[in-house]
């Protein structure tokens, strides 16, 4: 290599690195303190909500974010990971509405396992792109701590079963399968929403949905 080439080659290195210098600082000043991991889960939502959750690709969650093709894996190792930190925030806003809507009817115990089945539908029609993620078919986002997050939402529905049981309010029967039963029903209805099968969701419909639990279930 001549010595002319040489030259214009250190040039071009540092012009690059000056420009990612450049790139690197201004996504540090833009996404301080965290906000460019939310940023990124953000732009992961916006685009499955446009495109579904196959096509998500963490190259264009970068450019829709705003920032270089390498910012993401700062805090997602893959697209899995991302699909991950998405599920998991899904869950932990379900978990907390959840135990909201409980805190408002501490002594009722049909109320709160009622309640256990419209936090679900609610969430789902709110958030559908959370909701398609936190149960996304042949997806393979799993992580220890979604497992966890999973299995706690779950343990809510299935302690409401059995504190109902144990108050002679929902029949004997295997407290998991009553679980497994209430929530399929539940999320059925929440997946036919957000597909669009059930046009005009209605407060009385869902109602009639979680209500309808009860029936099925209780003590004869």
Known sequence: MC?????NV?????????????TLKKENTTYHHGNLRKALIDA????????GVKSLSIREVAKKAGVSHSAPYRHFKD??????????????MVIQDTFRRFDRNKDDLLTRFQES??????????????????????EHHTSPA??????????????CIAECQSNNLIRPHDTFELAMA???????YAMLVI???IKDPSDHLKNVITRSLYFGLKYE
């Open 146 to 159: 979604l497992d966890e997050r999973s299995r706690e939402a779950f343990m809510i529905l299935y302690t």
């Open 117 to 138: 089945g419209l936090a679900y539908i609610d969430f789902a029609t709110a958030y559908p792109s959370h909701y398609r993620v936190m149960f996304a078919s042949g």
């Open 44 to 51: 992961a939502l916006a685009m499955i909500a446009e495109n």
């Open 182 to 188: 209430a929530w399929s029903i539940v999320h059925g």
């Open 79 to 92: 697209k899995d990971d991302l699909l991950s930190a998405v599920a998991i925030e899904g869950f932990d």
């Open 10 to 22: 250190d040039i071009d290195n540092i012009k690059h690195a000056a420009r990612m210098k450049d």
């Open 3 to 7: 010595l002319r080439t040489r030259i």
């Open 195 to 197: 597909d669009g099968f």
